[in-house]
């Protein structure tokens, strides 16, 4: 368990280094450093996702795709990375394939903000109105909640639950009457089989 703690640490230190070369728009560095991240650790998804990202602000939209569509294969309710698969064939001149994969995205993760804005604009576009509507209403959710929630739902959505789970009982200790905050606490008691507690949570989250 130690070394499986410390391998994480390693692989989660070498991806804020690259975020941080993005972030100095050294894109190109960043692609270097994420190549070789995805050949030490190729079964974790995380350095897949960040060569993605590496390879979309190269202005690689196609390697980008194929990174993507390689990694949804493997893990096909990978919101995030449909969202990123969503970016990409939007910055290639796709907005019916970027449309669906944002759709694919909030199926799999209903709190990632990006794909709902997406999915508005996309909506308006065609001129569905209504349908602008309904994922502008999402967006205002989600704008409106503390990102404290919107993380913890992400995390859970990722299928993080033990960080998802730390974090959400030590939001619930400075906000006990969130009722956002006991829903996704009871999601949580749902996987873990604590369907006692799950009910518990979601009687006093309609309250």
């Given amino acids: 368990m130690a070394g499986e703690t410390e391998t994480k640490r390693k692989m989660d230190a070498a991806i804020l280094d690259i975020i941080t070369e993005l972030q100095a728009g050294r894109a190109e560095q960043g692609l270097k ?35 993507l569509e390689t990694l949804l294969e493997r893990v096909p309710t990978h919101g995030r990375a449909w969202q990123e698969l969503g970016h990409c064939r939007r910055a290639v ?27 508005a604009a996309y909506e308006a576009w065609i001129g569905n109105q209504l349908g602008a509507r309904m994922a502008g209403q999402e967006v205002s959710y989600l704008q409106g909640l ?17 960080e998802a789970e730390a974090l959400c009982r030590e939001f619930l200790e400075t906000h006990p009457d969130s009722a956002e905050a006991k829903r996704l606490l009871a999601k ?20």
């Fill in 93 to 119: 001149g796709s907005p019916d394939a970027a449309a669906y994969a944002y759709r694919k995205a909030v199926d799999a993760n209903d709190y990632l903000v990006g794909s709902w804005q997406a999915i």
């Fill in 146 to 162: 503390p990102q404290q929630l919107v993380a913890i739902g992400n995390l859970l959505n990722d299928r993080r639950f033990e």
């Fill in 33 to 67: 450093k994420a190549g070789a991240l995805v050949k030490s650790y190729p079964d974790e998804t995380e350095p897949q996702m960040v060569l993605a990202l590496c390879e979309r602000r190269a202005g690689k939209g196609a390697a980008a795709i194929k990174t």
């Fill in 188 to 207: 949580m008691g749902v996987e873990f089989g604590r369907m006692e507690d799950a009910a518990r949570l979601l009687e006093q989250a309609v309250q």
